[in-house]
Nanobody, 123 residues
Framework: QVHLVEHGGGLVQAGGSLQISCAAF????????MGWFRQVPGKEREFVAR????????YYADSVKGRFTISKDRAKDTVFLQMNDLKPEDTAVYYC????????????????WGVGIQVTVSS
């Protein structure tokens, strides 16, 4: 059982930046990939970004492309999401997730999930 722990959420003004991170614990085997998703109350969880663990491949939702960057530190089993030029519509609970096998880029399913971290962007 892999445990994912997110850090770094909070309140930021529109146009600002924030970095959130997610560390994986008790991982017995290398991940296939990791990703970030977000959810607003009353709406379905949506894909934000994904990164393959054994390559440099990264993928983004159109809504965040050019503003968000996903990266990883394999030595620390940690994935990051750098969020720039934040907008009020980016306000959500952000979830870290891990894939143990191939999944479609924008799939909102994963094998392991963090508990989520609140990101609030004020206008």
């Amino acid at each position: 059982q892999v445990h994912l722990v997110e850090h770094g959420g909070g309140l930021v003004q529109a146009g600002g930046s924030l970095q959130i991170s997610c560390a994986a614990f008790e991982r017995a085997f290398p991940a296939y990939g990791m990703g970030w998703f977000r959810q607003v109350p009353g709406k379905e969880r949506e894909f934000v970004a994904r990164i393959r663990w054994n390559s440099e491949d990264t993928y983004y939702a159109d809504s965040v492309k050019g503003r968000f960057t996903i990266s990883k530190d394999r030595a620390k089993d940690t994935v990051f999401l750098q969020m720039n030029d934040l907008k009020p519509e980016d306000t959500a609970v952000y979830y870290c997730a891990e894939d143990t096998t191939f999944r479609a880029i924008e799939s909102v399913t994963a094998d392991y999930w963090g508990v989520g971290i609140q990101v609030t962007v004020s206008s």
